[in-house]
């Protein structure tokens, strides 16, 4: 297998050289830099929309979350990942209307042009923060502990993480945000291709696709309905999953920010269901693997499952196209999230271009840094963390709505509003807050009372307005 | 023309929404039951196949009759 992981490996990096080398100059301006000059064609769009979206969480955290919770993983993501694209051409159109008007550095400054207070930006800014971190470093220590696996003796799961890591920050830093946009396209074609030769040897160890239900019916046949055997998929906790999935290109700056750098409107909408038709066909074998591990390997841990089914059960040029993808599917993924929060950080400064550039390169090594000693600390949780980090960042998704939607500025009291969601939902993660009251998740709640209290803040602003 | 692409850009809105709707009533997600397979498939991940596939159809339908275009994009 080795053998081929070299081959697999050789090529993957031949293509990144090309593609840094290919966006490389050594006289970019900053916007060229961090946003790729905003000419990115509707294909290239689409895959590294994809490719931001469907990363490591994918590959490793879905199907481990059919093996464990079943087939109502599927509205969780597939279900949700289709309302999201429909919202996309709605919320994609008024958000690129925006971005002309306020000359777009980022979602963050965005919002401070926009509510004239940089507080809309501070807010933005720290929910990014504090939820993609943790979700970029789960993605690194998920994939570091699967390579320890697939070269024992070699690095150990940290030694791992510290090379993604330092390879992620290289590459950012050499090619910008078009480099990153070639190696999403790279990755999201692997991970389709890898991912279905798996789903297709997981569906012919048992013959056909109702023979793989058949044998997971006679094992475990709650996993074939909702809420599934440990009851997670009830309708709340699905309907709360799809209004944070559907607020991902709202709330998400590194998904945002592909809405506005892709050249033209009629691009962005192909975009919009193209990355439909790519969720459905990426999320669909992981269907299988699930079934399989459920079948095969129903007390495993998932580490132990992921390195069985994706590896060991594989032939070996499947195997090492796997390791290869997965090691793609981190690093552009992570690379998406790390450079959106340093183009976060850079559109709230002002002053010399040259000055603020340079912090944002520095930036770029803080937030590697945080992320990889994160990488040391975090669970395999991987499918439920990132259910965390789309929820904590939709609480921000009033004060998005509302500037892209208004045409004066929106008032401030929706930041207020949203940041006290924001703080109630960590207390709940932290436990000092129950996770559901009078029978309803808090999530929903606090959705429900966003919902209401923006709505009301306006009625407010605007009888005043007329008194 | 635009009169009738806004009309069918509501349109689209509205199956969406009911589609949505349904998505999370015991129609789709009956609590317990796999039953009857479809094709071999338990039933609710038949038809929320089917649903997402019909969101994403919606979706390029919606593409072609979204009112929005590049000449008010830049009106802005």
Redo the contacts between chains.
């Keep these: 297998m080795r053998t081929w992981i070299y081959i697999f490996f050789g090529i993957f990096f031949l293509l990144l050289a090309l593609a840094s080398w290919k966006s490389y100059r050594r006289n970019r301006s900053a916007e060229e830099f961090m946003l790729a000059g905003k000419s990115i064609g509707s294909i290239l769009g689409f895959l590294t929309f994809s490719a931001a979206l469907f990363s490591a969480f994918t590959f490793m955290g879905m199907p481990d979350f059919f093996r464990n919770h079943g087939i109502g993983a599927w509205t969780f993501l597939a279900f949700s990942d289709g309302v999201m694209v429909f919202f996309i051409l709605w919320f994609g159109y008024l958000l690129r209307k925006k971005a002309k008007e306020h000359n777009f550095q980022g979602v963050a400054g965005l919002m401070v042009s926009s509510y004239r207070t940089k507080w809309a930006g501070v807010a933005m800014f720290a929910s990014a923060f504090i939820f993609l971190i943790p979700y970029v470093a789960i993605q690194i220590r998920g994939i570091s502990i699967f390579l320890e696996a697939a070269f024992p003796g070699m690095l150990p799961s940290w030694g791992w993480a510290l090379f993604m890591v330092f390879m992620m920050l290289v590459y950012a830093e050499i090619g910008g945000l078009k480099a990153i946009v070639y190696s999403d396209a790279i990755q999201g074609l692997i991970l389709l291709l890898v991912i279905w030769l798996i789903g297709a040897t997981s569906i012919a160890a048992f013959g056909n696709v109702g023979d793989v239900f058949a044998a997971v019916e006679k094992v475990n046949a709650d996993l074939l309905s909702t809420p599934g055997p440990k009851g997670l998929f009830s309708w709340q906790f699905l309907l709360g999953s799809m209004i944070a999935v559907v607020m991902i290109p709202v709330t998400q700056p590194q998904l945002t920010t592909r809405l506005v750098i892709v050249k033209n409107l009629a691009s962005m909408k192909k975009m919009a269901y193209a990355v439909g038709f790519f969720a459905i066909l990426v999320i669909t074998p992981t269907i299988f693997i699930g079934m399989y591990g459920a079948v095969k390997y129903p007390d495993a841990s998932a580490s132990e499952f992921l390195s069985q089914a994706l590896l060991f059960d594989q032939a070996a040029p499947v195997a090492a196209l796997a390791i290869v993808g997965l090691f793609a599917a981190c690093l552009s993924t992570t690379n998406a999230q790390i450079f959106a929060l340093g183009n976060e950080l850079r559109s709230l400064m002002q002053g010399e271009e040259k000055k603020v550039m340079r912090i944002t390169r520095v930036s770029l090594l803080f937030f590697a840094a945080v992320v990889f000693l994160f990488s040391t600390l975090m669970s395999d949780q991987l499918a439920l963390l990132a259910r965390v980090s789309f929820t904590g960042t939709a609480m921000m998704a009033p004060i998005v709505l509302l500037a892209v939607i208004s045409k004066m500025p929106p008032p401030k009291g929706v930041i207020v509003l949203s940041s006290l969601a924001l703080i109630t939902y960590l207390l709940s993660l932290a436990g000092f807050v129950p996770e559901t009251l009078g029978g309803l998740r808090l999530d929903l709640w606090l959705y429900l009372v966003l919902f209401a209290g923006t709505l009301l803040i306006v009625l407010v602003k605007k009888s005043l307005k007329t008194t | 023309m635009l009169q009738r692409n806004k009309l069918y850009w509501k349109i689209?809105i509205a199956i969406?929404l009911a589609i949505?709707v349904l998505?999370?009533?015991p129609l789709?997600?009956?609590?317990?039951?796999?039953q009857p397979?479809i094709?071999?498939?338990?039933?609710?991940?038949a038809i929320?196949?089917l649903?997402?596939?019909?969101?994403?159809v919606?979706?390029?339908i919606?593409?072609r009759v979204?009112p929005?275009?590049?000449r008010?994009?830049?009106e802005?």
């Design positions: 689209c969406v949505v998505g999370y009533t789709l997600i009956p609590g317990g039951k796999y397979m094709l071999g498939v338990p039933y609710s991940l929320g196949f649903a997402t596939v019909l969101l994403v919606l979706t390029f919606g593409s979204h929005g275009s590049d008010k994009e830049d802005s």
